[in-house]
DNA sequence: AGCCCCAATATTGGATACAATCAAGCATGA
DNA sequence: TCATGCTTGATTGTATCCAATATTGGGGCT
């Protein structure tokens, strides 16, 4: 809906930082400016400035004289941010559950039936072949983001949104599909969790509707913090 | 303690923050970068970077070929401030409830202490002169923050730090203490809603402190809004 | 007088030029 | 062989230049 690109400087931002996003620039390497100058046609002045907000939404780290790298994160920061984003999609949840329509809540209701269809399918196709992975799963984070997606609108809290897209935007798709997809159990988890928060929300009730939403996190934050303790690894 | 400043654009991005804070450069008032180059003696280029930081928080405002303002904030936008205010400084207490030490309670009895001195005094003037004002209020401030920063502090969780600092630099001193300073009533009911806070946090419990904390916040929010509404003007 | 259009001016936006800094690699010598 | 210091190339940081755009003020027309 809202443009948020004022004009270069705004695209270029949000052009590299989906980029980052889809894992094209992983976590940890370095984002050059005249390599990003040249893939975008333009000169490092506007890729300096979007890097600076880049920099101060968190998205990637700037030291002095040697450039930018996108963030990497540990255990410890992956858990911070999954507290405050427990916290803030609670409120959003909290807020949203007073005013939401019923066209919103069928929205949120299409989005969980993908959800659930598409988990079903990966399983299924896993029973044949457990190593499949990432390549039906686009279609998951979609609907995922849908979901959310609906709530953070119905909180009608521009704030709120606002924080909770630039928290989001900090992490890559890779990293948070990562410990989600590890096994059956752990995606029909989701899609209860989901479940529970759109039994609640279908009713109005603030309370519930935030207790669903922040354990949903919060969890997803545990597995993630867990998973990547257990591989090592960033991403 | 951290220094944020990388360099120079960093520092500037405080520096300019830090006056728009102050209230020199008020809501709504045109940041030419010009001048702001002049003001700061370097070129355009680094106060421009600055400038897409401040973007980037919120903390001004970005229109395509006109430069940038001071964001000015209407009243919808500051029951949204505060209402995230609220959330996240009431996860950070009940965080820090845990692991506050003793050293740093006594820190947040100090502040305490100065803060009602000086709201104390400030009342006795006003009876001589009710248009006492905001001449004694800068000490109000410096142990208000002392007294918030502590928490943050304590909560460990770095990223819920950067965020509330981040939301709190989007107003200015005066927006904050427009409200609150208004009469004798406003200023004792800070004092005692911070004795609360004090109270819960001093004998480790997070549930009664954040219910503290999130009802001394959303009560400034409120006054401030409803305050905003009876003047009129931004500031 | 009031309104509209156009020119002059101020200001931002982007590209380029140049200086400062860092990293890597190589040669040198103990 | 390994440590050390220098040189060179790559990259960032800042300043300046030029183009694009918005604002302002004045003159003419109704």
């Not at 620039?25 to 333009?42: C, K, T």
């Not at 890729?47 to 990637?60: D, H, M, P, S, Y």
Request: hydrophobic fraction near 40%.
């Amino acid at each position: 809906m809202a443009r948020t690109a004022d004009k270069l400087v705004g695209s270029l931002a949000e052009r590299i930082s989906e980029k980052i996003f889809a894992g094209e620039y992983p976590p940890g390497s370095p984002l050059r400016q005249e390599a990003l100058a040249e893939e975008f046609a333009v000169s490092r002045t506007p890729i300096r400035e979007a890097l600076r907000q880049l920099e101060a939404k968190g998205v990637i780290e700037h030291r002095p004289n040697q450039g930018a790298i996108v963030r990497a994160h540990d255990a410890r920061d992956i858990r911070d941010a999954y507290q405050v984003r427990a916290e803030l999609e609670g409120l959003a949840i909290s807020l949203a559950a007073e005013w939401i329509t019923d066209e919103q809540i069928a929205r949120m209701r299409g989005a969980q039936k993908k959800f659930s269809v598409v988990v079903d399918k990966l399983i299924a196709a896993r029973r044949s072949n457990p190593k499949t992975r990432l390549k039906d799963v686009p279609s998951w984070v979609e609907s995922n983001d849908d979901f959310h997606n609906v709530v953070i609108e119905a909180s009608g809290n521009q704030r709120l949104k606002q924080m909770i897209r630039d928290l989001h935007q900090g992490f890559t798709r890779n990293l948070m599909l990562s410990a989600l997809t590890m096994d059956g159990r752990r995606m029909r988890e989701n899609v209860a969790q989901h479940e529970a928060i759109l039994a609640a929300i279908a009713r109005h009730d603030p309370v519930e509707a935030r207790k669903a939403m922040t354990h949903h996190i919060l969890r997803s934050g545990e597995l993630l913090v867990w998973w990547l303790e257990r591989e090592g690894g960033l991403r």
